[in-house]
């Protein structure tokens, strides 16, 4: 099973400024997807940004960017020039390509950073 | 259209109702799941729809009861509920559930929540 881990419960940025969060995954499957998912206090899961990990290149959307280092099972989060509308709890997903059967082959989420920004 | 919509958002019931939770997608979404969030925790899945037949039941009690009458719609009927299932309902719906590896077919869009209180 597919298992990620989040080590930073919280963290705290100065507004405009950039900050890095962290995610990694343990898993045998060679081909999987990555996200992050922003749960601002609205509680709706918001996508910010996914990673095919048979692609080198780390996807980028406006603002955030992801650091993808697939030997180190790594997949970190770049926020830069942080908004206050930034401020949510964060989660990093793992997916498999497929459904293997026996379990859970949703989404495996960490368990969250909560991202504060501080104006 | 990418949204997710939950009826209701909040909802109080006493041990002994019997309510439902709905959800609802035009997407065209062939997956849908239902996920339980308790505070600060990550969205754990409960259950997963792939093509409206029930693909996974991750030992959910039968208190909880799911249903998907059609393509866009997902139920989840509650009866005789506990204190302790008092959390953040998700819904979710992606393309697919079963073959991924289409590019684009990958991510989950999320509902609001239904936030239940069972007293």
């Known amino acids: 099973a597919q298992t990620v881990t989040q080590s930073q419960p919280e963290m705290s940025v100065q507004e405009a400024e950039t900050v890095t969060l962290s995610c990694t995954y343990d898993?045998?499957?060679?081909?999987?997807?990555l996200f992050w998912y922003k749960q601002p206090p609205s509680r709706q899961m918001i996508l910010v940004i996914r990673?095919?990990?048979?692609?080198?290149q780390n996807a980028t959307e406006n603002r955030f960017s992801v650091n993808f280092q697939k030997a180190a099972k790594s997949f970190s989060l770049k926020i830069s020039d942080s908004q206050l509308g930034d401020a949510a709890m964060y989660f990093c997903?793992?997916?498999?390509?497929?459904?293997?059967?026996?379990?859970?082959?949703?989404?495996?989420f960490g368990k969250g950073t909560h991202l504060i920004i501080q104006p | 259209d990418t949204e997710v919509t939950q009826t209701p958002k909040h909802l109080v019931m006493g041990m002994t109702n019997k309510k439902s939770l709905k959800c609802e997608q035009h997407m065209g979404h062939r997956a849908m799941y239902w996920y339980k969030q308790k505070a600060k925790k990550p969205p754990e899945l409960m259950f997963v729809?792939?093509?409206?037949?029930?693909?996974i039941n991750e030992s959910v009690p039968s208190r909880f009861s799911p249903e998907c009458p059609n393509s866009s719609l997902l139920n989840l009927h509650l009866h005789a509920l506990q204190p302790e299932d008092s959390a953040l309902y998700l819904c979710?719906?992606?393309?697919?559930?079963?073959?991924?590896?289409?590019?684009?077919?990958?991510?989950?869009?999320f509902g609001q929540g239904t936030r239940l209180t069972v007293v």
């Open positions: 979710a719906s992606s393309q697919d559930f079963f073959d991924l590896g289409l590019e684009g077919n990958t991510e989950a869009f």
């Open positions: 729809y792939s093509y409206e037949k029930l693909s």
């Open positions: 997903a793992y997916r498999s390509p497929q459904y293997s059967g026996g379990g859970a082959d949703g989404l495996t």
């Open positions: 990673q095919e990990a048979y692609k080198q």
């Open positions: 898993t045998s499957e060679s081909d999987y997807y």
